[in-house]
């Protein structure tokens, strides 16, 4: 049965409402170009075009209601020459009301699972794709949403949108579509941009956790108590979106070698916390690490006993995401063999130190590694395990902060021994400017251009490059783009894999080369 535009709104804090509010919807739309016969079109204020300007273009193509934002709605339809009975609603934040207006059309998916968000800088998708398996390593239907994988109950596919979290209606729709394929658990990536937009609200969260955090997407939140104030809604929303039809225990994992770990806490001081740390005191520690290039080997050490675990996935920022996962599997009453089990059958992660083996006589690895800290993590995995050089490619998104290009440019110079500066996703800044403000920490390290380092904006001109310089024993990092499907250069979204382009480019060496 289809809901009225009164139970839609119903759990909202509505300011005004006009025209008959037992209209039934069929559809909740937010882009005009997408409106359905008997649809509600949502108005957004957007950061580029406001979605007051198009409720014209949607009651054309078939909306019967409106709802949008309090001193816009009005004035919208008055302009644009509407009916002055057109059904709509005004409400003081209209995204924030998508979310939960999306969340009661698809009949509350979040009240019929457990769901499970994961936040943070870096680990956010290993972390969830270990959270997952773990659950599964129990019996448990999991759906996951995540920067790579869209898994809801049946359907399970790449994530091509670019975008980790959903908009809110992608994000409830996959959720019904999870508790339809009889889905218990969802486990849902959750970045600031996400949380502050409210994409994820009204989810009904079971349990969240933290990776870490470092500064990020500063052009965006303007500072770094912004980005983790941010981060920090998803906390703050265990105890605010809780529902009596999921009286079960809310979880907060945190890391404890973060130093805004006790910050997230603070956000939910009233759910069950969990703490996991590879050097400060925790409830979920590792010791005895032993490190290869094709994974860790550790104990695993928690409040119910200890275990051993031989990680697929190298580096100690694994053994970290490792724990979190288990942090949560143990919360929701997992047995350590259940725990070891789930991370012991990850062999990989998409776009995440992903090799490339074509039998040449150097190491090739993908990782999606963009920002100082993860390239730095990357960078300090590698170097031990690499006898002669390491040769990484990167580059930075445009229309961000210059001071996270400058931080990819010092961790380079720090653990790398060549760099090649490529096409990230420029989008409309000039590419060469971009690779330019990176050169500046190599440049004031001592690094000269042509020495140490070159500008080659062709991605695939830049990797190329790369493995024809490579040497027996040397390691080629393509860092930034991981499983990404495609180059954004101006407004054209440009097909592309690092994986396929390296792959590509060492046949070619191969051909070229054959008794290399």
């Given at each position: 049965?289809?809901?009225?535009?009164?139970?839609?709104?119903?759990?909202?804090?509505?300011?005004?409402?006009?025209?008959?509010?037992?209209?039934?919807?069929?559809?909740?739309?937010?882009?005009?170009?997408?409106?359905?016969?008997?649809?509600?079109?949502?108005?957004?204020?957007?950061?580029?075009?406001?979605?007051?300007?198009?409720?014209?273009?949607?009651?054309?193509?078939?909306?019967?209601?409106?709802?949008?934002?309090?001193?816009?709605?009005?004035?919208?339809?008055?302009?644009?020459?509407?009916?002055?009975?057109?059904?709509?609603?005004?409400?003081?934040?209209?995204?924030?009301?998508?979310?939960?207006?999306?969340?009661?059309?698809?009949?509350?998916?979040?009240?019929?699972?457990?769901?499970?968000?994961?936040?943070?800088?870096?680990?956010?998708?290993?972390?969830?794709?270990?959270?997952?398996?773990?659950?599964?390593?129990?019996?448990?239907?999991?759906?996951?949403?995540?920067?790579?994988?869209?898994?809801?109950?049946?359907?399970?596919?790449?994530?091509?949108?670019?975008?980790?979290?959903?908009?809110?209606?992608?994000?409830?729709?996959?959720?019904?579509?999870?508790?339809?394929?009889?889905?218990?658990?969802?486990?849902?990536?959750?970045?600031?941009?996400?949380?502050?937009?409210?994409?994820?609200?009204?989810?009904?969260?079971?349990?969240?956790?933290?990776?870490?955090?470092?500064?990020?997407?500063l052009d965006f939140h303007g500072s770094f108590e912004e980005y983790r104030r941010?981060?920090?809604?998803?906390?703050?929303?265990?105890?605010?979106?809780?529902?009596?039809?999921?009286?079960?225990?809310?979880?907060?994992?945190?890391?404890?070698?973060?130093?805004?770990?006790?910050?997230?806490?603070?956000?939910?001081?009233?759910?069950?916390?969990?703490?996991?740390?590879?050097?400060?005191?925790?409830?979920?520690?590792?010791?005895?690490?032993?490190?290869?290039?094709?994974?860790?080997?550790?104990?695993?050490?928690?409040?119910?006993?200890?275990?051993?675990?031989?990680?697929?996935?190298?580096?100690?920022?694994?053994?970290?995401?490792?724990?979190?996962?288990?942090?949560?599997?143990?919360?929701?009453?997992?047995?350590?063999?259940?725990?070891?089990?789930?991370?012991?059958?990850?062999?990989?992660?998409?776009?995440?130190?992903?090799?490339?083996?074509?039998?040449?006589?150097?190491?090739?690895?993908?990782?999606?590694?963009?920002?100082?800290?993860?390239?730095?993590?990357?960078?300090?995995?590698?170097?031990?395990?690499?006898?002669?050089?390491?040769?990484?490619?990167?580059?930075?998104?445009?229309?961000?902060?210059?001071?996270?290009?400058?931080?990819?440019?010092?961790?380079?110079?720090?653990?790398?021994?060549?760099?090649?500066?490529?096409?990230?996703?420029?989008?409309?800044?000039?590419?060469?400017?971009?690779?330019?403000?990176?050169?500046?920490?190599?440049?004031?390290?001592?690094?000269?251009?042509?020495?140490?380092?070159?500008?080659?904006?062709?991605?695939?001109?830049?990797?190329?490059?790369?493995?024809?310089?490579?040497?027996?024993?040397?390691?080629?990092?393509?860092?930034?783009?991981?499983?990404?499907?495609?180059?954004?250069?101006?407004?054209?979204?440009?097909?592309?894999?690092?994986?396929?382009?390296?792959?590509?480019?060492?046949?070619?060496?191969?051909?070229?080369?054959?008794?290399?």
């Amino acid at each position: 049965m289809p809901k009225t535009l009164a139970q839609l709104t119903a759990s909202l804090q509505v300011t005004q409402a006009r025209g008959d509010q037992q209209v039934p919807i069929l559809a909740v739309c937010d882009d005009s170009r997408a409106v359905k016969p008997g649809a509600l079109f949502v108005a957004v204020p957007g950061y580029r075009v406001d979605g007051h300007r198009f409720i014209g273009d949607a009651v054309r193509t078939g909306a019967v209601a409106v709802l949008g934002q309090s001193g816009h709605l009005e004035e919208a339809v008055r302009r644009q020459g509407l009916p002055a009975d057109l059904p709509r609603v005004a409400v003081p934040d209209s995204r924030r009301a998508l979310a939960q207006v999306a969340s009661v059309f698809y009949d509350e998916p979040g009240r019929h699972m457990k769901v499970i968000g994961v936040t943070g800088t870096d680990g956010k998708t290993t972390t969830s794709f270990l959270i997952a398996a773990i659950l599964r390593a129990a019996g448990h239907q999991v759906g996951l949403l995540n920067t790579v994988a869209i898994e809801a109950g049946a359907e399970a596919r790449l994530n091509e949108t670019r975008q980790t979290t959903l908009e809110a209606l992608q994000m409830q729709q996959s959720l019904a579509q999870m508790v339809a394929d009889g889905c218990d658990y969802a486990v849902v990536e959750a970045t600031s941009h996400g949380l502050a937009q409210d994409r994820v609200r009204a989810c009904h969260f079971d349990a969240v956790v933290l990776t870490n955090l470092t500064p990020d997407h500063l052009d965006f939140h303007g500072s770094f108590e912004e980005y983790r104030r941010a981060k920090g809604r998803l906390f703050q929303w265990l105890a605010e979106e809780a529902v009596p039809e999921k009286p079960g225990r809310k979880v907060a994992v945190v890391n404890a070698d973060d130093a805004s770990h006790e910050f997230f806490l603070g956000c939910a001081p009233d759910a069950e916390h969990w703490i996991y740390a590879l050097d400060a005191p925790a409830d979920v520690r590792a010791s005895d690490l032993v490190s290869t290039t094709a994974g860790t080997r550790f104990r695993l050490l928690a409040p119910h006993g200890e275990t051993t675990v031989s990680l697929k996935l190298p580096g100690r920022f694994n053994v970290a995401n490792a724990l979190a996962a288990a942090s949560v599997g143990l919360s929701q009453g997992l047995g350590l063999d259940e725990v070891r089990w789930g991370l012991e059958s990850v062999s990989a992660v998409s776009g995440r130190m992903e090799r490339i083996d074509e039998g040449q006589p150097f190491v090739v690895v993908v990782d999606y590694a963009h920002t100082e800290h993860g390239l730095d993590t990357v960078l300090a995995t590698l170097r031990p395990t690499i006898p002669g050089r390491i040769i990484v490619v990167f580059g930075a998104v445009g229309g961000r902060d210059r001071p996270r290009r400058f931080g990819l440019g010092r961790a380079a110079a720090r653990l790398a021994d060549f760099a090649i500066l490529a096409n990230e996703d420029p989008k409309f800044e000039d590419p060469v400017e971009i690779l330019r403000d990176i050169a500046g920490p190599l440049e004031e390290a001592g690094w000269r251009e042509g020495e140490r380092y070159h500008l080659i904006p062709d991605r695939r001109a830049a990797i190329e490059a790369a493995v024809r310089m490579a040497q027996p024993g040397d390691l080629v990092l393509l860092a930034g783009k991981g499983h990404e499907p495609s180059i954004i250069i101006r407004d054209e979204s440009i097909p592309w894999d690092d994986r396929v382009a390296a792959r590509e480019a060492l046949t070619a060496l191969r051909q070229r080369s054959p008794g290399r």
